[in-house]
């Protein structure tokens, strides 16, 4: 069985729990040219709003801290000059859903979903949204959300609508995780629960340990076979094992997760790129996560126009 190439990353400029690497368009232009050389087609805006940031001066969202560069503007033109497509990503109050109030979350992302679309659908690099409420199990009313959300996304562009969730696993949620059998058995309910609302799943693949994860991704391609959900992996291309947030990831278990996917997931993604893997990367260690890749994928250095 050959190992899939990364072919998607997640793009994280609404900083949440990663340093920014202060990149401006020359940088972006060099990491998207970088993209289009080594096979990676596809890029998620992970959140193009989270409480008061944003990365348009949107007029639907109140309170917003100031807007100084269009990123949204610069990231799709620049993907449209290098032949990729883009995922964008919705807006996280990172408040009302919280409090189980649902319906005030959709109320805010509805007009900026529109007004995401009237300023980026004309590029021809907008290919999907993505739903950017992460959740582990059937709970903040993620079924409501993914129903109401991902159906207006529709609505404004039928384009394939994707969800990254996670594993209730230990890693990430120590005694409150869940057995696999749990969780495959909340996924099971939310799936049927939200038929239509996505098409994509690519579930996050550090939370559960490294001797969990083939029979996790196993039964995830069986719930999408079920469902008619297009199954992907996000491969999490940082590390959750050492005591800091977060270093690069160790190659040796990057390759085992890999692996383990390949037979099921039709496509592999990773958060993220940029910060973990890139030879551009403000981490040294990432530089060499990727010449570890790059020598297992066979990418040739004149692949990577250097």
């Not at 033109?77 to 990503?89: M, N, R, V």
């Not at 994707?162 to 005694?175: A, F, H, V």
């Amino acid at each position: 069985m050959s190992t899939l190439r990364i072919s998607g990353t997640f793009l994280d400029e609404i900083t949440h729990d990663i340093p920014s690497q202060n990149w401006g368009e020359k940088e972006w232009d060099a990491e998207f040219a970088l993209y289009k050389r080594i096979g990676i087609d596809t890029l998620i805006i992970i959140r193009a709003g989270y409480r008061n940031k944003c990365i348009f001066p949107a007029k639907s969202i109140e309170g917003l801290l100031p807007i100084y560069v269009d990123l949204g503007e610069m990231f799709y033109s620049l993907a449209d000059k290098h032949g990729l497509k883009i995922f964008f990503g919705t807006y996280d109050s990172g408040f009302h859903w919280w409090r189980r109030t649902w319906w005030k979350e959709v109320e805010i992302n509805k007009p900026f979903i529109d007004e995401a679309y009237e300023r980026f659908g004309h590029h021809e690099s907008f290919g999907g949204w993505y739903l950017t409420h992460e959740t582990g199990k059937n709970d903040a009313h993620i079924i409501e959300l993914f129903n109401a959300i991902g159906g207006h996304c529709k609505s404004v562009a039928d384009l394939p609508v994707l969800i990254s969730p996670y594993p209730q696993g230990s890693k990430q949620l120590g005694e409150n995780a869940f057995t696999l059998e749990e969780s495959f058995d909340h996924w099971d309910r939310i799936f049927e629960a939200t038929k239509g609302s996505f098409d994509i799943c690519a579930f996050q693949d550090g939370q559960v340990h490294y001797q969990e994860l083939p029979a996790f991704i196993k039964a995830i391609g069986e719930l999408g076979t079920k469902y008619g959900v297009t199954i992907w992996s996000n491969l999490e291309t940082f590390d959750r094992d050492m005591p800091i947030k977060f270093p690069p990831a160790d190659w040796r278990y990057l390759r085992f997760k890999m692996e383990a996917a390949s037979g099921i997931a039709e496509k592999i993604i990773t958060f993220e790129f940029a910060h973990f893997m890139s030879p551009h990367s403000c981490y040294p260690a990432a530089h060499n996560l990727f010449k570890r890749y790059c020598e297992h994928m066979g990418i040739e250095p004149g692949e990577l126009g250097g």
